[in-house]
Antibody, heavy 120, light 110 residues
Framework: QVQLQESGPGLVKPSETLSLTCAVS?????????WGWIRQPPGKGLEWIGH???????YNNPSLKSRVTISVDTSKNQFSLKVSSVTAADTAVYYCARRGLVGIYYFDYWGQGTLVTVSS | EIVLTQSPGTLSLSPGERATLSCRAS???????LAWYQQKPGQAPRLLIY???SRATDIPDRFSGGGSGTDFTLTISRLEPEDFAVYYC???????????FGQGTKLEIK
């Protein structure tokens, strides 16, 4: 059974960098799937942030431009998200999720989510 | 960028009734790139339907998806108490490559 678990600080100051990690268990992160991040501001809808392949290929939401960095650590079977220069608008529940193999464009396994609040 | 618009925003029905949720795209969407998710309060979204009409693993057959082009639907044939939740459609577009979600339809008990 594939399981994903997000971890990281729940509170980040404005202008600083938000950093989260997603630990994957029950499945090798090098299996060919893509691994992504999706966020949900309180009471609002879902926004795709980006995803990464174990080869290191990344795809990010253009609306977040260069603020987003996604990386993968195959030795630890985990992947990470960094969002720089955060503002209150980045306050959200952040989910990590598995996207399908090449040609499959949906997310079939999700972490439970972690709330990150941007506040001084 | 393709925009997905879901309707209605809120749907009030009783257990046992049939629910039909709509997802309309601003441009034509490849059916194989359209998915539906269910989200309950405090939980992560759960994949229900992929490829517009294929049920994900362990999803009951009362859930069905259909549509093509710019108009897609999620139908729940007979509502069970556990089906009351928020439902999102999601698509993948290649120009630019990205994923977008609809704003959601809240299915509430009448």
């Amino acid at each position: 059974q594939v399981q994903l678990q997000e971890s990281g600080p729940g509170l980040v100051k404005p202008s600083e960098t938000l950093s989260l990690t997603c630990a994957v268990s029950g499945h090798s992160i090098s299996s060919g799937y893509y691994w992504g991040w999706i966020r949900q501001p309180p009471g609002k809808g879902l926004e795709w942030i980006g995803h990464i392949h174990h080869s290191g290929s990344t795809y990010n939401n253009p609306s977040l431009k260069s603020r987003v960095t996604i990386s993968v650590d195959t030795s630890k079977n985990q992947f990470s998200l960094k969002v720089s220069s955060v503002t209150a608008a980045d306050t959200a529940v952040y989910y990590c999720a598995r996207r399908g193999l090449v040609g499959i464009y949906y997310f079939d396994y999700w972490g439970q989510g972690t709330l990150v609040t941007v506040s001084s | 960028e393709i925009v997905l618009t879901q309707s209605p925003g809120t749907l009030s029905l009783s257990p046992g009734e049939r629910a039909t949720l709509s997802c309309r795209a601003s441009q034509s969407v490849t059916s194989s790139y359209l998915a539906w998710y269910q989200q309950k309060p405090g939980q992560a979204p759960r994949l229900l339907i992929y490829g517009a009409s294929s049920r994900a693993t362990d999803i009951p057959d009362r859930f069905s998806g259909g549509g093509s082009g710019t108009d897609f639907t999620l139908t729940i044939s007979r509502l069970e108490p556990e089906d009351f939740a928020v439902y999102y459609c999601q698509q993948y577009g290649s120009s630019p490559p990205m994923y977008t979600f609809g704003q959601g339809t809240k299915l509430e008990i009448k």
